[in-house]
């Protein structure tokens, strides 16, 4: 491998982070080195942030634990935090105090309640982000509670391969927050949508925002398919705005109690960009011409936004406690499976996937085709629910499905050589020189222009 001053980049792609770590990473010049070589110096780097975070925390967890004392005082450390100790946190750091309240308190998290996520934080197996995750999602419940939620996560992100991202990670541990508590998380249901409310805004750019918070989950979702059918509808009557623009006025005519309707044909002058230069449009209409087009569904189809559940077959008929999943909007519990298939009964469409310990078995949607058909679509998306890219969290449901042998080279048609791709990472696939390879249904490996590989592994279902 290259060689920089001395530096073996074979060792210090798996290098501990420490001291003796960042005097080496301080001394390479990553100009001077290939981009094989600096992908390492960057992980490496993310390593030893990580075990300066964790020094950082621990430090602060120790002047919370300090007694007063002066400059010649011996050292001493209290068994508990001190009341005001956000006082000196706050004033040593230059935070606001409800901003120092919050450190402290992740602090805490870190030193006193995580001491896994604290050792992984260290060692660098774990980034700060994932591990403010993992503390803002298992505050919630009792100690001996979070470190089964604790042990579960690691080693999820340890089997990854590559580590979950931070929004796989979040995704995962609410699903085994609601397993693990889910008479709690019933209890914290109820209450937050005792305070639903709606919050209303101005930019600074001269905008407008609307809030809706602590909403009931079954009824967002139905009011999320609605809005989206409503847009596609006005859409596919030939409107100029961008489909985000549409689904944006839509939502702003019923709060003032107006039918959503298409504008009229000279309105591109209120989007302020023609729609042949509208990037959104762009993306919406690029066609990929090493992989045959973008695949266009025919029919009502195309007009129909559905609410994607993936649920266990005996929480489906109400015999079990597994959590589920909503496309798009996170984990839910098993009442909110109960409240959607009640919602659905009263007029939306929604898709189910159900499963069995953990494996999809059975998928219910219209069975109208197009290329491929509704069925691979939906089993791919089943089985890869976000973008298949590394790190990229885009749902599936708003990804190309990508041949990943291309179909004019003979790649067939079918689950075994599909995965869902984002508009940006199917063009960097045809474009940037990606390459992909699928090992078995589902397990793809990624190499980078640069010729660094990644597996990329189906994220379970709920229930495994």
Known sequence: MFDHGGVDFSVLASAAPGAELGAVLAGIDTAAVNGHARVIVLQAWERQASWVAARFY???????????????????????????????????????????????????????????TRAALTTGRISLAKTRAISEETCCLAPELAAQAEDFILAADAAAGI???????VRRLRRKVLELDPDGAEERRREAQQ???????????????IYGLDLPLAGTAAAQVFIKTTAKRIKTAGDVRTLAQIEADVLLDLLRGRQPTPPHADAAADVGESPAHSRA????????????GQYVETGDE???????????????????????????????????????????????????TVTIDGKVVFHQASSRR???????????????????HPGCSRPAVSCDLDHVVEHRLGGPSCACNLAPLCRRHHRA????????????????????????????????????
Request: glycine share 12%; net charge negative; aromatic share 8%.
């Open 58 to 116: 621990e430090s602060m967890a120790h002047v919370a634990r300090s007694p007063a004392c002066t400059p010649d005082s011996p050292p001493e450390l209290n068994r508990c935090f001190g009341e005001f100790a956000s006082a000196e946190v706050g004033a040593a750091l230059g935070l606001s105090p409800r901003c120092a309240d919050r450190e402290l308190s992740f602090a805490f998290e870190l030193t006193e309640r995580l001491p896994a």
């Open 163 to 169: 580590g979950l991202t931070r929004a796989q990670l």
């Open 195 to 209: 305070g639903r409310r709606i919050r209303f805004g101005a930019g600074v750019d001269g905008t407008g925002s």
């Open 281 to 292: 449009d762009a993306e919406n209409s690029w066609d990929d011409p090493g992989d045959g």
């Open 302 to 352: 195309a007009l129909v936004a559905k609410v994607e559940l993936v649920a266990d077959l005996e929480t489906w008929l109400g015999l079990g406690d597994k959590a589920g999943e909503l496309a798009g909007l996170g984990a839910v519990s098993p009442q909110v499976i109960g409240e959607i298939k009640n919602a659905a009964a009263g007029g939306f469409e929604y898709c189910r």
């Open 370 to 388: 197009y290329r491929p058909t509704a069925t691979q679509r939906r089993l791919v998306q089943a089985r890869h629910r976000v973008c298949t």
């Open 429 to 464: 696939k045809h474009e940037a020189g990606w390459f992909w390879t699928q090992n078995s249904p589902g397990e793809l490996t990624a190499q980078s222009p640069l010729g660094h590989t990644y597996t990329i592994q189906p994220e379970p279902p709920p229930g495994e």
